[in-house]
């Protein structure tokens, strides 16, 4: 045991270069100096189980972490926990599911003595060597379109946060700057160098989940708060699907296994990271959600009713750093397919191969600014895309890959200790498909577009600043209390503040 961990050890320090496919080793030059090869090494080269946590967890809450009392509120409270501890074990199965499909795919690769030194494995790869050519293009469709839409969620975020500290300029000049701080994760090579950013990722979402609970709580209930949720069934299937979306985000499983030194250790990995994020996101939303109740539903974005402070401020700023090391996370598998495409994937030169993945940034950046429909977007990628990709896909994936007696008894990993037989294994992949499938997809979906074609029809295409307060006529005061309550109905039925 010992030797193992010295081994574990010596591979950290001896990767004193920018490894390209996160999975692979290199050789300590005799002559480097050892304090600047260890420092290095602590921030820049993490293969770790810690590592692939702090990825996991980090990556799987951020900015939806300010929608989830929102989808409380639409929701109600007991539905908005049951939905978040049933889609957070549903997805830590899938993701399972992807690490051992993973790990088959790569047993067997490595048995024809293929290497993957410079070669970081996709999802879709692993759907090609498995189940064939179409199956690979059904993956890399959906996986990327996700990813796509991902990272133009971080950048619609940033824009909407940042505003609730500086609201001279409005939403859409924020996502131009926006737009340019995150395109710098071009240089960020693999996910084999998201050490330090995965840690303090999880801890501004830790800091910014506890502020929300403790701010909501210490001011208290609203007057006359209601508490009415559910009341309507698009309100309903929106919330269901923001929270399936909450505990989507292992579409980059597959990347964040690669980059480990002993990918088999992941299998329970996303689950232990489950368990930790429902100690953020379960007290947060119950906090919110308790003291504001309906009101929420004209104010998805948390920070618009928590009181302004010191304490508010820093949540907010730590929240646009953890979004700019989300969209890194969700960008970083596109530039790893565009490379491949484009015969860039094993340059070692970092600058020439940030160059090259300019291109990705660019339509992202057109797309925040065409669609800066925050929430429906949200509700709308989880229905569409999160609901295929991490959920159905992986579950059937399973199924066809393991079909045979043969393939079951020459099986890379078996069935875990929980759930020892195949059978039960084919038996709840298949309530996963149909569940995601009706509810996710088909009820969702109809919500979620319904949301959608509302925010474009009130807010239309390319708006300068999406939900801004307006500004305030002279006679508002003198508006009579029908009208202004009518206003406000309207407004909650066609909103998703962000």
């Keep these: 045991m010992l030797s193992q961990k010295q081994s574990e050890e010596a591979i950290v320090s001896a990767a004193t270069e920018t490894e390209h496919g996160g999975g692979g080793t290199r050789e300590e030059d005799s002559g480097q100096d050892q304090s600047l090869v260890s420092l290095k090494s602590f921030l820049w080269h993490g293969g770790s189980v810690w590592d692939a946590w702090f990825s996991c967890a980090s990556n799987q809450v951020a900015q939806v972490l300010l929608t989830l009392p929102y989808s409380f509120s639409q929701l109600g409270m007991l539905s908005g926990i049951l939905f978040q501890v049933f889609y957070g074990l549903v997805g830590s199965w899938t993701a399972y599911l992807i690490s051992v499909l993973y790990m088959e795919y790569r047993t067997r690769k490595e048995k024809e003595n293929v290497s993957f030194k410079n070669h970081v494995i996709q999802w879709f790869e692993v759907l090609d060597g498995l189940l064939g050519t179409y199956w690979k293009a059904l993956g890399l ?128 990995i996303y689950l232990i990271a489950t368990l930790y994020v429902y100690t953020l996101t379960i007290p947060s939303a119950v906090s919110v959600y308790w003291a504001f109740g309906d009101e929420l539903l004209n104010h998805s974005n948390a920070f618009s009713l928590l009181p302004k402070s010191g304490f508010r401020d820093a949540a907010v700023i730590l929240m646009l750093i953890h979004q700019f090391i989300t969209f890194g996370f969700a960008c970083t598998p596109l530039y790893f397919v565009w490379e491949k495409v484009i015969g860039m994937h094993d340059t070692k030169s970092i600058c020439l191969r940030a160059l090259a993945r300019l291109p990705v940034v660019i ?8 669609f800066p429909f925050f929430g429906p977007i949200n509700s709308a990628v989880g229905a569409l895309l999160v609901s295929f990709t991490v959920y159905i896909i992986p579950a059937i994936a399973h199924m066809l890959t393991y079909r045979t007696a043969s393939a079951r008894k020459n099986a890379a990993e078996k069935p875990p200790f929980f759930l020892p037989s195949w059978t039960a294994m084919f038996v709840f992949n298949a309530f996963i498909v149909v569940w ?63």
């Design 436 to 498: 995601v499938l009706v509810i996710g997809f088909g009820f969702g979906g109809w919500a979620s577009m319904t949301n959608f074609i509302r925010q474009i029809d009130t807010f239309g295409l390319f708006a300068k600043c999406y939900q801004c307060k307006p500004p305030t006529p002279p006679l508002a005061t003198a508006a009579p209390a029908s009208h202004a309550h009518h206003q406000s109905r309207a407004f909650s039925l066609n909103s998703t503040q962000y």
């Design 141 to 268: 469709a959906f996986n990327c379109t996700f990813l796509l839409f991902g990272s133009v969620i971080q950048l619609i975020a940033c824009a909407s946060n940042i505003y609730y500290i500086n609201d001279k300029l409005d939403k859409r000049t924020w996502t131009y700057i926006f737009g340019a701080c995150c395109a710098t994760t071009v240089f960020i090579p693999s996910f084999h160098n998201y050490r330090i950013w995965s840690f303090l990722g999880l801890g501004m979402t830790t800091y910014t989940a506890w502020y929300m609970a403790i701010a909501a709580i210490a001011h208290g209930q609203i007057e006359n708060v209601k508490h009415t949720g559910p009341s309507k069934l698009v309100l309903y299937f929106t919330g269901a699907t923001n929270i399936l979306y909450t505990f989507g985000g292992h579409a980059v499983t597959v990347e964040i296994m690669h980059a480990m030194w002993k990918p088999q250790k992941f299998k329970y």
């Design 363 to 370: 339509p992202i950046w057109f797309l925040a600014i065409i």
